[in-house]
C-alpha cells in the first residue's frame, strides 16, 4: 500500500495520529448507528479514499455526499479495520469477527422496560459472558473485544434497570417522605421536650434524692445497724405515668490510646476503618505514614 494508507496502518496498531474533520485519512473503518426510534444498533463497514484530490468516501458499499462523509470521520475514526475483514463484511457479507454473537442477536431490538423481559435478556447473555469467565483471560484481540462488546451491553442493562427502578420507585419515596414531614415534626418536638425535661428537671432532683438515701444508709451502719437491716430507697420520680428512674450507663475514658490502640490492632472493625482513611488518601495520592500507594489497572 502506498504512504497515503499510513495513518489507517498506525491506527490499526493502536497509534492514532490527528483527527480533522476536514482531512478524513485514506483507509477502512467501522462505524456505529443507532435507530432512534427502535433503538436498534447497526455496524457499518466505511472505506475513504482520494482520487485526484477528491475525497471518496462508502458507508454499507454506497457512496455519500463530502458533507457527510467528513461528519461522521471523527467518530469512525477511531474504529479502523482490516482491508480484509472490511471486503469480508462489504462483498461477502459475513459478520463482524470481533463483535460477540450473543450481543449482535440482543442489538436487533431494544429490550422492554417490562422486568421480566429484562430478566430473559440478561439471562440469555448470561450463558455466553460465563463460558468466557470460565475460559479465563482472554488470548486474543477478538476474545477480548467480544467480552468487552458483552460487558458493555450488561452495562446498558443495568443503567435502565437503574433509571426504570428510580422512576418506578419515586412516587413512593415521595409519599414516604410527606408522611414523614407530616409526622416527624412533632415527633422531634415530643422527644426534645421529653429529653430535656429529664436532663434539666428530674436528673438533678433523682441525683440528689440518691445521694441523700445513701448517706441515711451509711449513717444508719455507721451507729452499728446491721447492712441487712438497711432500708433500701427506691429513687424515683413520677406519680400518674410510668416512674423515671436513675438509669447507670457505661463508657469507656480512654487513658492511654496507644496502649488501647495496640490491643485493637487486629480488630477487622478497625482495620477495615484505616483501610478506608487509607484509600481514600491514595485516591488523592497521598500516601499516609505506613502506607504507600498500590497502582492496579482494571477494564473500565
Known sequence: MSTEYTWWRNALK??????NADEPMTGFYRGKRRNKQTGEVTFQPV???YKDGVLHCRVDGQPVEDLRAREIWPYVSRNPVTD???FAVVNEGQQWPDLNDAVIGHNSAPVDDDIDAIRDRIEDLAREAERMIKAGAAGSEDSANQASDLANTFGELQTKIVNLHKVEKQPH????????TKWFVLRDRADDLKKRL?????TPFLRKKDDEARAAQIAAIQTGKP???VPQTRVVAGS???????????????VDRDKLLESLRDHPELNALLQSIADKAAKSKIALPGCEIVEEKRAA
Open 84 to 86: 480484509k475483514i472490511y
Open 47 to 49: 472505506a475513504y479514499w
Open 227 to 229: 447492712v441487712e437491716e
Open 198 to 202: 429529664k436532663s434539666i428537671v428530674v
Open 240 to 254: 400518674s405515668k410510668r416512674s423515671t428512674g436513675l438509669r447507670t450507663y457505661q463508657t469507656a475514658k480512654i
Open 14 to 19: 493502536g497509534v492514532f495520529g490527528p483527527i
Open 173 to 180: 419515596l415521595e409519599a414516604g417522605r410527606a408522611v414523614d
